[in-house]
Nanobody, 118 residues
Framework: VQLQAFGGGLVPAGGSLRLSCAASGLTFSRYTMAWFRQAPGKEREFVAVNRWSGTTYYADSVKGRVALYRVNAKNTVDLQMNSLKPDDTAVYYC?????????????WGQGTLVTVSS
């Protein structure tokens, strides 16, 4: 299984960015797909998740500013981020785990850096 995240970059506060995660080597539709982020000096934190059922959840810190788009036919899951704040600066990771698996996420992408300037 491989997850490749890309789309990060430098963006001014208030700007937008769309991250993409391309998955291979798995039956994509049977996996829960999520985005996490890790800011410098901080623990990794949850951003958004899309379950196989289609239900999507967001962290309170990004709710209303972020939207997750999943396309099973393309094995991709995108994260559209709007009204970005300097606090959103982090390395963003996509992650996957099998539907119904209650353990930690099994597969991780390499991360893509988002830097929001004030």
């Amino acid at each position: 299984v491989q997850l490749q995240a890309f789309g990060g970059g430098l963006v001014p506060a208030g700007g937008s960015l769309r991250l993409s995660c391309a998955a291979s080597g798995l039956t994509f539709s049977r996996y829960t797909m999520a985005w996490f982020r890790q800011a410098p000096g901080k623990e990794r934190e949850f951003v958004a998740v899309n379950r196989w059922s289609g239900t999507t959840y967001y962290a309170d810190s990004v709710k209303g500013r972020v939207a997750l788009y999943r396309v099973n036919a393309k094995n991709t899951v995108d994260l559209q981020m709007n009204s970005l704040k300097p606090d959103d600066t982090a390395v963003y990771y996509c992650a996957a785990k099998r539907t119904g698996y209650t353990g930690s996420y099994e597969h991780w992408g390499q991360g893509t850096l988002v830097t929001v300037s004030s």
